[in-house]
């Protein structure tokens, strides 16, 4: 479906493109309640994603991704949600966030990635490493998944959140008008 803003709006895209704070943005912007699916699985879980991942493994966590995307995307009032950088890797994922709404990617470079990540101790999958090579390395195949899930596109290098913010907001209401 096209970024109409209606249904929920999934903000995907890598780790430390800004999800999270643009999220927190977007959702004051139109007045909706955000929906944050790493916390929301953390406190489901009762446990951080680290240790999810350090115990359980990956494949644990992105069964419990799965069921909390599902969970969040059939609730009714529309909704911000921002979802974790590996969310894509799902088809059904993609699948599921269209047909409830819209998928926004925010994209960034690495050199922009690493920047925002610096000091980072959240981020099972980069914690063996995160120069700027591995970052790119990660992202690039990563790349086809995103821009075919993205109904909206977003550049958010060098700008604020509720700079971005407002950017979605006015592609939104561009298309809406245009209907
Ligand atoms: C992941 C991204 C993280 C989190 C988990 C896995 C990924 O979320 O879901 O560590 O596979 O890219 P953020 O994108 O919010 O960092």
């Given amino acids: 479906m096209s970024p109409s803003g209606a249904g929920h709006l999934t903000l995907i895209g890598f780790m430390g493109c800004g999800k999270t704070s643009v999220g927190r943005e ?19 879980e009762g446990t951080t994603i680290a240790e999810m991942f ?29 979802s974790g950088g590996g969310i894509v890797l799902d088809p059904r994922n993609v699948q599921d966030i269209k047909e409830k709404g819209a998928a926004v990617w925010l994209r960034a470079r690495p050199e922009t990635i690493r920047g925002r990540l610096a000091g ?14 591995r970052i ?12 075919s899930a993205a109904d909206l596109a977003v550049d958010t290098d060098g700008k604020a959140p509720a700079e971005i913010a407002a950017e979605i907001a006015g592609a939104l209401g561009r298309v809406a008008a245009a209907r």
């Avoid at 493994?57 to 921002?82: M, N, Q, S």
């Avoid at 980072?120 to 090579?133: H, I, N, Q, Y």
């Avoid at 790119?136 to 821009?147: F, H």
Wanted: hydrophobic share 40%; glycine share 6%; proline share 4%.
């Fill in 120 to 133: 980072d101790a959240t981020r099972p999958l980069l914690k063996d490493g995160m120069s700027v090579e």
């Fill in 26 to 44: 977007l959702a004051r912007e139109l007045g909706r309640a955000l929906v944050d699916l790493d916390k929301a699985i953390e406190e489901k």
């Fill in 54 to 82: 350090r115990i359980k493994g990956e494949g644990a966590f992105r069964e419990r991704e799965r069921e909390c995307l599902k969970e969040t995307l059939a609730r009714e009032e529309p909704l911000v949600i921002c």
């Fill in 136 to 147: 790119a390395e990660m992202l690039g195949k990563r790349l086809p998944l995103y821009r």
